[in-house]
């Protein structure tokens, strides 16, 4: 098992910059990959993701040139590069990984919150 722990969420103007860090402690060698997600409306909205090993990223069309995803290794933390944001960005995010390339993200954090205001 996998425990995260999310951090950097809070309240900015629309335009303005947060990075988000996702702390990664436990079974972190199973690993295969790692994604942020923001909770509304439901389901969960995949934001941006990362190969843990090979660094390839991957991005919602709605973040694409705003937002950068990156991890380190040697702190086991993976963040996320919010620029540019927007009101619609407000949402609580998840940190999650994913234990191969066809299996299910099973371990979540418990969330942070982005608040952006017109």
């Known amino acids: 098992q996998v425990q995260l722990v999310e951090s950097g969420g809070g309240l900015v103007q629309a335009g303005g910059s947060l990075r988000l860090s996702c702390a990664a402690s436990?079974?972190?060698?199973?690993?295969?990959?790692m994604a942020w997600f923001r909770q509304a409306p439901e389901p969960r909205k995949f934001v941006a993701g990362i190969?843990?090993?090979?660094?390839?990223?991957y991005y919602a069309d709605s973040v694409k040139g705003r937002f950068t995803i990156s991890r380190d290794h040697a702190k086991n933390t993976m963040y996320l590069q919010m620029n540019s944001l927007k009101p619609e960005d407000t949402d609580v995010y998840y940190c999650?990984?994913?234990?191969?390339?066809?299996?299910?993200?099973?371990?979540w954090g418990q969330g942070t919150q982005v608040t952006v205001s017109s």
């Open positions: 190969n843990w090993s090979a660094g390839t990223t």
């Open positions: 999650a990984t994913q234990g191969s390339p066809t299996g299910a993200f099973g371990s």
């Open positions: 436990g079974r972190t060698f199973s690993t295969y990959a």
